[in-house]
């Protein structure tokens, strides 16, 4: 069986289960694009043949594996790997520029290949793939408490969003709710991470347009970001620190002290670097007007995050469908109609005022009791999560076995919308800009290849 999960503009969650008859299935890439790449992951993983599909391509097997369907019913690799087929463009004096996987900088591998006329790129095509790690195998028959270790890792950036996502959809397997001071140190430690990876992208950025300055100042405000979440949570990544039934790790009042002063001083020095980057026209010349995707491409892909934001899409899942402890917030979703590079910084800067106002009104709350609840999967049952990351929606379909061992999960990375629309935006930019555009993405690897 395939499973897929749609959602409506009112937030509605519904999931499509089709039989796959002698292993095809109907494919729904040929008349929706978003699903192309996903439809070739599950031939890849499970051996099942989307019917119609227009791309025969592998996407995540580059031939080097030792069997071929790995989740589904095994047979040994057979030859030597072939070329991968790269899309073709036509024109006169068109030439190719492979780059990668390997990088010059210290990030993980991904192959992008352009197509240029002179300096513009006429078309850009990303081969992934190169940091699949057997995922989704590893959590099959783990325990729920193993698997919740596995979800805090599927991409390191994000692991309190993944953890949450993860014990959200254990708990509606088996049908309990977390206690409510976990759901506050929940949303303390989502909007942190949510701090602490957006100064750091707005710092990229401002590098790879060869500002260094405002790097350097953004670097330290993320760091003050993490020391304080190692103080209060054990890990400056608050890996761990959330696990199905609450959290793992409480606050007390001088761990509630720390974060206010964070906030403070966050607020006092972050303003000063919106306005240097605002006020500065040789990097307002890099950032304004690249990297453009369009709103209606944005919407078909239902991109989320900063990149959907920055195109119109005005989706955020801490709105719709909501969890908590933001429904008590109150919080409007910053959106730009631009698309560029410029307005994914702007969305990321307003986002970080925001979560920091999150912050001080959820420390306001904290309410007493317990701060995690024991979880017993035994019996077995279904569920599912969609939690909001800092690139965007998180979603984590689970099921449990009757001994309440994880029978099968799947996380699902809000890159797989994005890297799609990466590949348009830099169409008609010149080569030097792509890791402007790139780093303005931050799409995760990690989180696509499993």
């Known amino acids: 069986r395939v499973h897929m999960a749609l959602i409506d503009a009112a937030g509605s969650i519904g999931v499509a289960t089709i039989r796959c008859r002698d292993g095809r299935f109907p494919s729904v890439g040929r008349a929706h694009a978003p699903a192309l790449r996903l439809e070739r992951a599950v031939r890849d993983l499970w051996g099942l043949e989307p019917e119609g599909c227009p791309d025969g391509r592998p996407w995540l097997d580059h031939g080097r594996w030792p069997v071929h369907a790995p989740l589904g019913v095994r047979r040994p690799a057979e030859g030597a790997p072939g070329p991968y087929r790269f899309l073709e463009a036509e024109g006169e004096g068109l030439h190719q520029i492979p780059v990668g996987p390997v990088h010059a900088g210290i990030i993980e591998p991904g192959h992008f290949r352009f197509h240029v006329g002179g300096e513009t790129v006429v078309r850009l095509e990303a081969l992934l793939g190169f940091v699949h790690k057997g995922t989704e195998s590893l959590m099959a028959g783990a325990t729920v408490e193993h698997a919740a270790k596995l979800a805090g890792r599927v991409s390191g950036d994000s692991t309190v969003a993944y953890a949450v996502a993860f014990a959200r959809a ?47 100042h953004a670097g330290v405000l993320r760091e003050l970001t993490l020391r304080a979440a190692g103080r209060c949570f054990g890990h400056r990544l608050m890996m761990d620190c ?44 890099r950032t304004v007007k690249a990297g453009i995707v369009a709103p209606a491409l944005a919407a078909r892909f239902g991109a989320g995050g900063y990149v959907g934001r920055a195109a119109g899409r005005a989706f955020a899942a801490r709105r719709t469908p909501g969890y908590p402890p933001y429904g008590e917030l109150g919080f409007t ?32 709350r904290v309410p007493d009791g317990p701060a995690r609840v024991e ?21 984590v379909w689970v099921r449990l076995g009757v001994d309440g061992r994880v029978e099968r999960c799947y996380p699902r990375d809000p890159s797989w919308f994005q890297w799609p629309l990466l590949e348009a935006a830099i169409e008609g930019n010149i080569v030097a800009d792509f890791p402007l555009c790139n780093k303005s993405f931050n799409c995760s690897y990690s989180g696509h290849d499993l």
């Open 242 to 285: 959330v696990v199905p039934g609450g959290a793992a790790v409480d606050v007390g009042p001088a761990e509630v002290k720390a974060l206010r002063l964070l906030v403070a001083e966050l607020r006092r020095r972050f303003p000063a670097l919106v306005e240097l980057y605002d006020n500065t026209a040789s990097l307002q010349d």
């Open 375 to 395: 979880v017993d999967g035994r019996g077995g049952g279904e569920g599912m999560a969609l939690v909001e990351g800092f690139r965007g929606d998180v979603l």
């Open 333 to 364: 979703v910053p959106v730009r109609q631009e698309g560029d590079v410029d307005a994914r910084v702007w969305i990321r800067i307003r986002e970080i005022e925001q979560s920091l106002a999150m912050i001080e009104r959820l420390l306001d």
């Open 170 to 216: 254990v708990e509606a397997a088996v049908g309990i709710e977390a206690p409510a001071r976990a759901q506050v140190l929940r949303g303390v430690m989502a909007e942190l991470e949510r701090v602490a990876n957006h100064l750091g992208d707005f710092g990229a950025i401002c590098n790879d347009a060869a500002f260094v300055l405002l790097h350097n």
